[in-house]
């Protein structure tokens, strides 16, 4: 049986091989397939082959893909898009702190995005660390 992707659910590729110290590379769905769509993922923390913020199409998801937990401290060190408090600006940066227990990161649909239960920290050239929660537009443009 197949296993039907959901949007929001986090995933990640079976045959990822991960380099020394590095860490695994994570997608949310974006757009579930359909007899009309294909499957849209946004890269959640930038890897050797994409950019945090990048949406693909992956060819064989039902072959290649894993639903995973994915937790807070999975993202620390790790490349990653904020939506931030400060000035409302959608940025990249290396997240540095998260604020909350180490539970499993779970997203909720607000409009036109998907927005995380769990909010992160930057370190950045202000005086103040900039913050927010992972914030994925749920309309794509295919980046390739």
Known sequence: MKTQ?????????????????????????????DATNEMV???INTNRYYISGTTIIPEFPEEDLRIVDLRPSDLINQEITIKENLFNDVVIGVAVYFGSKNDTIEFNQVG?????????????????????????????????
């Open 5 to 33: 992707f959901k949007q929001g659910q986090v995933v990640r590729f079976k045959n990822y091989r991960r380099n020394k110290d590095e860490k695994e590379a994570y997608f949310i769905v974006i757009q579930e397939e």
């Open 41 to 43: 993922l946004y890269t």
């Open 112 to 144: 036109n995005f998907l927005v995380s239960n769990i909010e992160f920290e930057f370190s950045s050239t202000i005086k103040h660390r900039l913050k927010g929660n992972l914030n994925i537009k749920l309309d794509y443009n295919n980046n390739f």
